[in-house]
Structures are given as C-alpha cells and as structure tokens.
C-alpha cells in the first residue's frame, strides 16, 4: 500500500564535533572533557566519573583527537552528504573552539568562522542545519576551576557562548538543540557534563548531580529566551535518550518499577517542556536533603521559556523488574534493566526493537503535545571491505528499514508531528561508549581503525544508495 507521508520531511543524518571533528587543537580550540577519555579499558571509568582524567595511563590513546578529521575534510563529507540526497544534517559545535576555556569574554573567530564555513556549505546543496549547542563537551579549564556543571556559574558562561553562535548564524541556522542526551548526565556525569564524582561520598553524589542538572536546564531556558529574542524565527529543542521501559512482567511491581523507570527518564524533559519540577522530584528532593538552589527567579525562566520542539535519540527499549536477581540483566547500554528474551541484540548487546520507537513516540506526543524530531537511531556494527571495495551491510538497512516503517507508522496512523530523521552517524565516526571506530554506524565507510591507523578515505556502503532511495521516494523505498 502506497504510504501517505507528509512532503518536506527532513530525512538527514546526525554526528557530533567531539566524534568526527579531530584537530583537537586546530584553530585555537582549547582543550575539552572528550578529549580526556581514552579509548581502552580506562575509558567506562572516565566517563563515569569514576576515574579523574589525569590518572589515565600514559601513552593512552584519546580518539576524538584525530576522530574522522571532519576538520579538513567537511567539503567532501558535505558533497557526499548531498549525493545522497540529504535534507538535513544534524552536527554540534565545540564550546572550546567558540570558547577555547569556557571564561573569554569575546568569541574565537577561527572557531566561528569553521562552523561558518560548514553551515555554507550545507546550505549551498540546500541542507538545513540542524545544531546542537552542546554534545558531550565542557571546555576542560571550567572543570578545573569550577568543577563543571555543579558549580551555578556555569549557567551565564554557556549563555554567552550560545549567544555568540545565535547572534553569528542568525538567519541561516533555524533548528537548535541545547544539550545532548540531556539525561546522560545522571547515567555517564564525565562524559555527559564533565561531572566527576570520584572523591563524593555516595550520599553526597546527588546533590552534585541534581545542582547540575538544575544548572543546565536553567542555562537550557535561558538560551531560549535568547535565541527567540535574536532571532524570532529559530525554534530550540531539548534532546532526551530516549527507550521506553517496558514492565518486565504484568506482575505490578514490574509495572511500577517500570513507571519509576519512565518519569526518572522524562524528568529534564518534563521541566524542558511543561516549565517546572514534577512533583514527585520536589518530593524526593526534599525527603533525601536535596538542595538545587533554585529561586523565584528561575522558577519563572523555566515556567516562560520551554522548548519549540522535542528530540530524542532512539536506539532501544529497555526492561523494568523490580527484583533483577533471578533474570539476565541487559549490559548493553548506559541503563540498567532486565533483558528483553523477545528482542535480537546487535553486536554490541543493544536490543533492536523497531516497534518500541513507535510506542516511545507516542509516549513522548502524549505527554509534551509538541513536534518531535528523531535526532539519532541506528546500528552501530562491523563492516568488512570486500576485495572490490564494496561494504555489503544489509544488516544496517534492514534495521534502518525497519525503524523507518515504525516511524512513518507513528505519523500516517497514530497522528504524530514528526519534523524528521537524522540516523547517527551517517559517516563512520567514533563510538562514545567505546572510543571503537570499528562499531561503526555509517552509511559512508571511512577508513580509520580503532588504533588509528588508516588513511582516512571515503567510500559508499550499500546503505548510501539506499537511504538515497528511500529520500526520493518520500519513505516509499523503505
Ligand atoms: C548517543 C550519543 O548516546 O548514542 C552519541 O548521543 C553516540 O554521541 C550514540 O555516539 C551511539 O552510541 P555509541 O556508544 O555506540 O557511539
């Protein structure tokens, strides 16, 4: 049955500075939380906030330093981009090359003019940028001095920063997202918000963290009275990791614990987008002596300034039950739960439930009634390059198939406003989890292995001409 999909629809692709940039110090950038975890055994660690980043080994291997080196090859990248036919391109920008310690008043014009020059290029093929303000990097001097994002101060710094990219491409940039995978800051604190807990007494973690994530969601409503102010016609977003959890049994206190699981999981989105705490984290702020020092005033900035749209990243569901002991338990990703025995898992250990993004999406309609738009979704896998040159992965389209018929789904029967689908990592970059080049998720193949060896060239998946007919089409080819 021919499918009836809304035209103009941003079919398009998503990567991120710290994972496919590389010239780590080109241009004056300045150094940044990314750039201190290394690839290894270390790395879990570091991005937990666990190990503090000047005990990694010496000699280790830091892969966002060379990454892809999107850096000297955006040209290229951008070209291929649009062979394939994309609408938009999702990217983020780096604080430390707008700002190379977090604390200059004025604005680096090397690092504003790369993004200048990359935003020109998108828009001269007709690609709409996509930019996220804030990916998985803190500018390493503000962790030094304040301590990251548990320290208030942070707020009018980053401010000042998503000032600058508003005030500069103004006009040319109409989607913003504030902070990547918002939550990740309470599951991966290093590497989420530069957030390191090692020398915290346990009771004392979570009023470091919860201070924290006050502070960016403040510094979120903040940026988008800012941005509405500067330009009226730019919409920011918020971006939650997003997976339903699934209540391991009908057993209630599976569906409870699957309740708790879901509302912890929305909670920055819920303040994002309704303007306040819910009212079970005021409650438990209270009861556990949580203090996020937040005043009249804030109360106000996040009650007026919610955001224009939601995006969430969508890779898996994931499994509640309340008692773990007796089941296997799911490793593969940042949240703990049960597995899922209905699910296949990828290499990687990360359940491939296509219909959950439909049920997450109608659980995020449901509750916040704004736009969504699916920033990340895809297969992180291994390739293998035969004697042709040719990268068979039809593993890669019949996920990405799938998650597209789940999506078009939501939107045809469900209703749904879905501005559009940037899969992750449209071009092999590197893994944040595991520093891995080789868990790639690229639809254009780059030739980098975890080691860093390789010579960096560019070559098509079969996935590229794919995806390149499914945009024609409209969805019709998926
Ligand atoms: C999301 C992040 O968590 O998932 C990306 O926003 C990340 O930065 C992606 O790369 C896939 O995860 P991974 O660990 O396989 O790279």
Known sequence: MARKFPEGFLWGGATAANQLEGGYLEGGKGLTSVDLIPHGEQRFQVALGELHYSEVKEGSFFPSHEAIDFYTHYKEDIALFAEMGLKSYRFSMAWS?????????????????????????????????????????????????YGSWRDRRMVDLFVNYASALFNRFKGKVKYWISFNE?????????????????????EERNQVLYSAAHHELLASAKITKVLHEIDPDAKMGSMLAAGEYYPYSANPQDVWEANLDNRDNFFFIDVQAGGEYPEWAKIKFEEEGIDIGITEEDKEILRDNTVDYITFSYYASRVSKADLSDVEVDSGNAFQGAKNPYLEVSEWGWAIDPLGLRTTMNGLWDRYRKPLFIVENGLGAKDTVEADGSINDDYRINYLKAHINAFMDAVEQDGIPLIGYTPWGIIDLVSASTGEMSKRYGLIYVDRQDDGSGDLSRSKKK??????EVIETNGQAA
Do not use: C
């Open 97 to 145: 090359r707008i700002f190379p310690t977090g604390f200059e008043t004025e604005p680096n014009e090397e690092g504003l003019q790369f993004y200048e020059n990359v935003i020109d290029e998108l828009l001269k093929y007709g690609i709409e940028p996509v930019v996220t303000i804030n990916h998985f990097d803190v500018p390493k001097t503000l962790i030094d001095e």
């Open 463 to 468: 996935s590229f001409d794919w995806y390149k």
């Open 182 to 202: 918002i939550n990740m800051l309470l599951h991966l604190p290093f590497m989420g918000a530069g957030i390191y807990l090692g020398d915290l007494k346990e």
